[in-house]
């Protein structure tokens, strides 16, 4: 598998099939949001069930990454302002 690398790209994570979201894998989609930002690119996650949305919710992420309920809303998915919550770690 080859992955194209260049500011501008836009990841997009399917969470479709994703039934559940604990603090791990939160922490796993802020790592990947940070480091897609790292090379200029955007993360995107795309279609996730209720419980990871109340999941996302809860922890506050619905506000720093993008989510949309299906592929067509990604068109417009504005990524270019990173979110200072997303910065380095210190």
């Given at each position: 598998m080859?992955?194209?690398h260049?500011?501008g ?6 969470l479709s099939?994703?039934?559940s979201?604990?603090a791990?894998?939160?922490g796993?989609?802020?790592a990947?949001?940070r ?6 690119d955007?993360l ?5 069930s ?5 999941a ?8 720093l ?6 592929l067509?809303t990604t ?11 997303l910065?380095?770690?210190?």
């Amino acid at each position: 598998m080859r992955v194209s690398h260049g500011p501008g790209n836009l990841l997009v994570l399917d969470l479709s099939g994703v039934t559940s979201c604990d603090a791990l894998g939160l922490g796993l989609l802020i790592a990947t949001a940070r480091r897609a930002r790292s090379f200029g690119d955007g993360l995107c996650l795309l279609a996730p069930s209720p419980s990871v949305a109340a999941a996302l919710g809860a922890a506050g992420l619905t506000r720093l990454l993008h989510v949309h309920s299906d592929l067509g809303t990604t068109a417009g998915a504005v990524f270019a302002v990173p979110a200072p919550e997303l910065g380095a770690a210190a």
